[in-house]
C-alpha cells in the first residue's frame, strides 16, 4: 500500500461519503489497524467496491479520512453545546474519556485499540502523526476552553489551561492504554478517583476566596 | 514462532545469561518489537549461536526473560536504597521515569518505542501480560511504598498510596507515549509542571499541618 499523498480525486457526495466512513469505522474497529486492508472496508460496504476505489485508493488515505470524520462529530464538541457550566462540562469530558459516551454506535474500547495500534504507526508515518496530532489537539483545546471559561467566571483557580487540559488528557489515556494492553478493567475507574483527589480540588480551590 | 511456554531448559550460567540477556536488550533497543527475530539477537551474541538457542528457543522466552532481568536492575529499586528522604526520592522517580535514568546503558526512547510495541502485543499474549504486569507492580509498588512512608513520617498527607502511585505511574507513561509516538519532545517536561501544579502540593500539603 502506497505511504504517499492522497492524490486529488473527486470529493464523495455526502452521502456516499458517509457510507464510506461509517464503513470504514466498523472495519477499523473489527480489525484493528495492523490487520485490516481495503477488502476488508469494502466488505463492510454495501454500494460496489469500485465506487469505494473511486474515492480512496489506500487504506490510509481511507484511515486518515476516517479520523476527520470522527473529529467533526466528536462527543467533546457535542458536551460544548450540551453543557454551559465549565465544571460540569468538564466532569464530563472527564467520564467520556473514562468509560466511553453514552450511546456509543461502536464499541468504544475496539476503537481505541484500534487507534492504539495506529498511533504505534504514527511513530514513522507523517500523515497519521498529523492527523492524529489534529484529533488529540482539538480534544485538548476543548478542555482547555473549558478550564479558561471556569478561570473566567470564578469557578477555577488560575491554573495554566493548556497544561491542565493535556494532563487530565494523558492521565485518561493512560487509564485506557492500561485497560487495554494489561487488562486493567479497574484503571477508569480508579483514575477518575485519583482526578477527584488531586486535580478537581486543586482547580476548584478558588471556593475558598470567593 | 511458538507462543506455547517455555520447555524445562537448563538454566544458563550466570555469565551466559548476563551475555545473552545484554544481547536481547540491545537486540530490542535496536529493532523494536515486531522486527525483532532471534537471528538479531543471535547477531548480538559474541558467543555461538548455538548456545543461544540451547537456553532460549523462541524470541518470546527471550523477551520475557529480558523483563525479568531489567526487573532486577530497575532504577527505581536503587533509589530506594540511594535516598533515604521519601519526597527526595519521589521526586527522583519522577525524573527518571520522564527523563530517563543517568548514565543509561541505551537509547531510553528506543527501549520504551520497543516496549510500547511490546505492550500491544501483550494485549492478545498471556506471557507478554503477565510479565509486563509484574514490571508495572514492581514500579507502583516501589512509588506507593515511598508515599506510604511519606505519610507515616508526616511529610505526605494520608492519600490511597497505590492510587496515587498509580495516577503518577500513568501521568509519566502517558508523557512518554505522546513522545513517541506523536513527537512531543517537550511532554516530559510539560507533564513534570503539571506534576508540581496538581499532584505534589496535594501530596505535601501536611506541610500546613505540622
Redesign the interface.
Known sequence: MAESDAPDRPTPPPETYEAIMQATYRAFCKHGYADLTTREIAEEFAKSRSLLHYHYDTKQELIVALLEYLLESHPAKAATDEIADPDERLELFIDRGLFGPENAPFDFWDFH?AL??L??H??RNDAY?EQ??RT?GLITDLLAATIREGIETGCFRD??PE??A??LY??I???R??K????HDD?PR??R??IE???L??LRAADDDR
Open positions: 485499540t492504539l495500534e498511533r504505534l504514527a511513530h502523526r492524529l496530532d488529540i491554573v495554566d497544561e491542565t493535556q494532563f494523558d492521565a489515556d493512560a487509564a492504554i492500561r487495554i494492553t494489561l487488562g484503571a480508579r483514575t478517583r485519583a483527589t488531586f486535580v480540588p486543586t
